[in-house]
């Protein structure tokens, strides 16, 4: 070793300085640097790159594909909401009807039910009223008969005599009068 640091211009028992600090190698460093870059450049340009750049271009493609399918999914899935809000409309319609068809049916239904029960009370209040009417009539024709009768017994008893019939029945026609 004391024979390559001697022939480099250091002396014995001296430490080699940092290689790329020698000033008498930066000439093969500069060739070795510009060729090793030059190597690399190429590599990157013909192989790498090219790779990556397809690699790139691959990805966006594919984030655009699946930003239009995102969008369609999202066009479709608005769709289909608004159709089963349409949907629901019509179903709340229809149930509004069938409710209101139900409801008018049934009134139409007791209207007639209480129409006939009404229908059912005229009649027997009317036959009602017929019976007492002759009843009444009744009563009062026998009014008379049941006066005179009550009228005897009272002039039987108080007075103790005999009046007759026609007499009691003028009596009784006087005071009706």
Same mark, same amino acid.
């Given at each position: 070793m004391a024979s390559t640091n001697t022939?480099?211009?250091?002396? *014995?028992? /001296?430490? =080699?300085p940092f290689p790329p600090f020698q000033t008498e190698t930066f000439a093969s460093q500069l060739l070795w640097? =510009?060729?090793?870059?030059?190597?690399f450049y190429v590599l990157m340009a013909k192989v790498a790159l090219?790779?990556?750049?397809?690699? $790139?271009?691959v990805r966006s493609d594919r984030i *655009?594909?699946? $930003?239009?399918? /995102?969008n369609r999914l999202k066009d479709e899935s608005d769709a289909a909401i608004a159709a089963y809000e349409q949907e629901l409309a019509e179903a709340k319609s229809r149930a509004h009807a069938i409710a209101q068809e139900a409801r008018d049916k049934s009134k139409a239904e007791l209207d007639a039910t209480r129409a006939g029960v009404e229908a059912d009370l005229t009649?027997?209040?009317?036959? *009602?009223?017929?019976?007492? =009417?002759?009843?009444?009539?009744? /009563?009062?024709?026998e009014v008379g008969s049941i006066a005179e009768d009550t009228a005897s017994s009272i002039v039987?008893?108080?007075f103790g005599g005999k009046v007759t019939k026609a007499e009691i029945a003028s009596a009784v026609s006087g005071a009706k009068g």
């Open positions: 022939e480099v211009g250091i002396e *014995a028992g /001296a430490k =080699a640097l =510009a060729l090793t870059f030059g190597l090219p790779r990556i750049s397809s690699i $790139l271009e *655009a594909q699946d $930003l239009d399918e /995102a009649t027997k209040i009317t036959e *009602a009223e017929t019976r007492i =009417a002759g009843i009444k009539k009744k /009563a009062m024709s039987s008893e108080l």
